[in-house]
């Protein structure tokens, strides 16, 4: 889970960076609009989708312009429709239009990473595993991205290299051991989650004996998959990792399993069809 205020503050910077980039010294097509002039406008979605980035786009205008007013329809986490309406806005034209692009793409990117979080969920509901996203996030966005995993019905694993121990391959062979390893990281920080990768049914062996939290499974066959559930009894999480695909999942999922990490779930992710209008009535 993400610390509150650690979200809080990261959506701050990172909806201001989005900002820079795009207006730089100021909007010169608004320039064209009367300052005076207020506007209502409305957000479509052009296509099914699961909801995520409502507070990133709250923050897009009220860093632009808090005179902007903004009415929901839909929650973070709902799915909706082609042609839905997602929220209205109103305020000072110039202001709408230079937050628009912005706001959309926050809105775009974090519903597309929960809708594709929603297809993969959805199809392995029947299981008791836990689809977790990976730190192959896209760069300065992790955070947002880790947020719309779980409106997609996905979880987090660890944030980043500070809140939990993944020993890996090389980790193992700096240190040694898997033994050694594991040993070390629960002298540096007693209370931390300690996870080990394997890669074969012999590593996994020494991770249990080791005493591992969780023990990842990377790209072992359905079948050792399955010996490794019988193998550990509960007695650490069992994660599957590498080669999970739509034709995998389901498979890997029945294996029984705890956790799959997935790193589709946010690194290959395709933004959702938005779009806004002003009304021109007026």
Same mark, same amino acid.
């Given at each position: 889970?993400?610390?509150?205020?650690?979200?809080?503050?990261?959506?701050?910077?990172t909806?201001?960076q989005?900002l820079?980039?795009?207006?730089?010294?100021?909007?010169?097509?608004a320039?064209?609009?009367?300052?005076?002039?207020?506007?209502?406008?409305?957000?479509?979605?052009?296509?099914?989708?699961?909801?995520?980035?409502?507070?990133?786009?709250?923050?897009?205008?009220?860093?632009?312009?808090p005179?902007?007013?903004?009415?929901?329809?839909?929650?973070?986490?709902?799915?909706?429709?082609?042609?839905?309406?997602?929220?209205?806005?109103?305020?000072?034209?110039?202001?709408?239009?230079?937050?628009?692009?912005?706001?959309?793409?926050?809105?775009?990117?974090?519903?597309?990473?929960?809708?594709?979080?929603?297809?993969?969920?959805?199809r392995?509901?029947?299981?008791?595993?836990?689809?977790?996203?990976?730190r192959?996030?896209?760069?300065?966005?992790?955070?947002?991205?880790?947020?719309?995993?779980?409106?997609?019905?996905?979880?987090?694993?660890?944030?980043?290299?500070? &809140?939990? /121990?993944?020993?890996?391959?090389?980790?193992? @062979?700096?240190?040694?051991?898997?033994?050694e =390893?594991?040993? %070390? *990281?629960?002298?540096?920080?007693?209370?931390r989650?300690?996870?080990?990768?394997?890669?074969?049914?012999?590593?996994?062996d020494?991770?249990?004996?080791?005493?591992?939290?969780i023990?990842?499974? &990377?790209? /072992?066959?359905?079948?050792?998959?399955?010996? @490794?559930?019988?193998?550990?009894?509960?007695? =650490?999480?069992? %994660? *599957?990792?590498?080669?999970?695909?739509?034709e995998?999942?389901?498979?890997?999922a029945?294996?029984?399993?705890?956790?799959?990490?997935?790193?589709?779930?946010?690194?290959?992710?395709?933004?959702? &069809?938005?779009?806004?209008?002003?009304?021109?009535?007026?």
């Amino acid at each position: 889970m993400i610390p509150a205020e650690l979200l809080r503050q990261s959506r701050i910077e990172t909806v201001a960076q989005s900002l820079r980039e795009d207006i730089g010294d100021g909007d010169i097509t608004a320039m064209l609009i009367p300052q005076d002039r207020i506007s209502r406008g409305h957000v479509i979605t052009r296509e099914t989708a699961t909801i995520a980035g409502r507070a990133w786009v709250e923050e897009v205008f009220r860093q632009v312009d808090p005179r902007v007013t903004l009415q929901w329809q839909v929650q973070d986490g709902d799915e909706t429709h082609a042609g839905q309406e997602l929220f209205t806005m109103e305020g000072p034209a110039r202001s709408l239009l230079t937050a628009e692009r912005s706001a959309l793409n926050w809105l775009q990117l974090l519903s597309g990473v929960a809708t594709t979080c929603t297809g993969y969920s959805r199809r392995v509901a029947h299981t008791g595993v836990q689809l977790l996203d990976t730190r192959k996030t896209l760069p300065g966005l992790r955070l947002a991205q880790k947020y719309a995993v779980t409106c997609g019905g996905c979880h987090n694993h660890r944030i980043g290299l500070w &809140d939990a /121990f993944l020993i890996k391959e090389n980790h193992i @062979a700096a240190c040694g051991s898997i033994a050694e =390893a594991v040993r %070390e *990281a629960r002298r540096i920080a007693p209370g931390r989650p300690v996870e080990v990768e394997t890669e074969n049914p012999d590593e996994l062996d020494q991770a249990l004996a080791a005493g591992a939290d969780i023990i990842m499974l &990377d790209e /072992f066959s359905l079948e050792d998959m399955r010996q @490794a559930v019988i193998r550990t009894a509960g007695a =650490a999480k069992l %994660e *599957a990792s590498g080669g999970i695909n739509s034709e995998t999942l389901v498979p890997i999922a029945e294996t029984g399993v705890d956790y799959m990490s997935i790193g589709a779930l946010t690194k290959d992710v395709r933004a959702v &069809d938005l779009s806004m209008r002003l009304d021109t009535s007026g």
